[in-house]
């Protein structure tokens, strides 16, 4: 493969020799010789078999510019630019003053705290202490509960008991509130500190939220003594419960083979399993029961949701529901972490020309714009979004003549990292959103699942 600026290609740019087809997709030129916006660039290529090099040959069109919708997009942006430095500014400024307070606090700490702050093991050889304040047993209320795995096993008290402390045991709030503002706390393990400072410092109104929100801030900070690590985890979408008033949140992580811990206790996850049904009711499961009943699941559930697209571009299906506290959003069972999807190429990057069409496209099923032109970049965009379509609407189970009235959303490109970009198909506007009680008739029938969407957007691992 050979490019140059130059239709005669003298002087050539730069070639590669791709010796493996299903490199294709993988532009030569993305080494160390980038190409530039704006330059036009000419390719041709050369086979090569047991009889030497054939003739080159011409790509089609002939030349090519390379660009991006960011072109268009910072060109119509006015004053984007200036918004996102005043944003940067602000997000320094809060981390700034996140660390002023931080290393006030930690000043401010008495001697024996910081002392026992010290003191604390690296290791989890508290979990094995006479003296670990880890429940044994459930009595009505609102519980926290760390599970660390690594392979089959899973981490247990020197009673064989999964960690697990007490957040509330008067607990009467609104739970889902509570639980998602828990999940975004979960985002900077780190700051527990800080944040009670914080929220003892507005505890002056005493309302029951706060009063909850404290709490949940005091049983981190135990977990993490307890078990001498920061770090608790992803926390699992939704609590589980039992019929005796009992909530358990539940986070999950993964203990890496590299780390080393000193007098660690792992128990394979059937015996412990089994261990449990010996002793517990199995009329009325408590919540503890129910977890290890389904602690599988929520283990692959973490492991899936951590798993990270290839590069490419991708058709991204968009419905949501909603309940009386939240809305949900559908996604697959093997990927939480993405929309339901189907990729469309290896190639991330949408060009000038290919976005400025995409702009006259309002929706999939009203009278689209003349077809592009043969052989151009627009009408390769054409004929890959109509076949991701199809297989798009066959994955989540939806006959193509439902998808009539579907539309692309051609307003934004999500851009993941600049390596994996997402193109959304949206339902009627009616229906992107079903209502409780609604009829839904584009929801598809399994091998998916639908997660609150502040839990979504927090971003899965």
């Given amino acids: 493969v050979e490019w140059s600026c130059s239709p005669t290609f003298s002087p050539p740019l730069g070639e590669a020799v791709i010796d493996k087809l299903k490199n294709l997709d993988q532009p030569p030129w993305q080494g160390g010789n980038p190409l530039h916006g704006g330059t036009a660039y000419y390719v041709q290529v050369s086979a090569y078999n047991m009889k030497g090099w054939g003739p080159p040959q011409a790509s089609v069109p002939p030349f090519a510019i390379p660009s991006s919708r960011g072109d268009v997009v910072l060109r119509d942006s006015g004053g984007m630019a200036v918004l996102g430095e005043q944003l940067d500014f602000m997000i320094l400024k809060v981390f700034s003053n996140l660390n002023s307070s931080m290393a006030a606090l930690e000043g401010a700490a008495p001697k024996d705290e910081v002392q026992g702050k010290h003191s604390v093991s690296k290791s989890l050889k508290h979990l094995f202490h006479p003296g670990s304040k880890f429940l044994k047993t459930l009595k009505r209320g609102l519980y926290l509960t760390a599970i660390f795995y690594k392979d089959d096993n899973i981490l247990v008290t020197h009673e064989d008991q999964i960690p697990v402390v007490e957040i509330d045991d008067t607990y009467s709030c609104l739970l889902m509130q509570d ?263 584009y929801t598809p029938r399994s091998g998916f699942l639908t997660l609150p969407l502040q839990i979504f957007e927090l971003g899965e691992e």
């Fill in 179 to 441: 639980f998602l503002w828990f999940t975004k706390v979960s985002c900077m393990w780190e700051e527990v500190l800080w944040l009670r400072q914080c929220v003892t410092v507005s505890q002056s109104s005493c309302s029951c939220i706060l009063q909850t929100r404290f709490k949940m801030l005091l049983a981190i900070s135990q977990m993490q003594g307890l078990l001498g690590i920061q770090d608790l985890g992803q926390v699992f979408f939704e609590p589980v419960k039992d019929k005796q008033g009992n909530i358990l949140i539940v986070t999950l992580k993964e203990v890496k083979t590299n780390q080393t811990f000193e007098s660690v206790r792992w128990v394979p996850i059937c015996k412990l399993q089994s261990s449990r049904k010996s002793v517990s009711s199995p009329e009325e499961p408590t919540a503890l029961d129910t977890l290890l009943v389904s602690i599988q699941e929520k283990l692959a559930y973490h492991q899936r949701s951590s798993h990270a697209l290839s590069s490419g571009l991708y058709l991204g299906y968009l419905k949501l529901c909603s309940a009386v506290d939240q809305i949900r959003v559908l996604v697959p069972e093997q990927l939480p972490n993405i929309l339901c999807h189907v990729k469309i190429r290896s190639n991330p990057n949408i060009s000038r020309e290919e976005w400025e069409w995409l702009q006259k496209m309002a929706s999939v099923e009203e009278h689209l714009p003349a077809e592009p032109e043969p052989e151009t970049s627009q009408n390769h965009l054409f004929q890959e979004l109509q076949v991701a379509i199809k297989e798009l609407m066959t994955l989540v189970n939806i006959p193509l003549q439902e998808a009539k009235d579907f539309r692309l959303y051609s307003q934004e490109v999500l851009d993941f990292g600049g390596q994996v970009s997402f193109l959304l198909l949206l339902p009627p506007s009616d229906d992107v959103c079903t209502a409780p009680g609604q009829n839904n008739p």
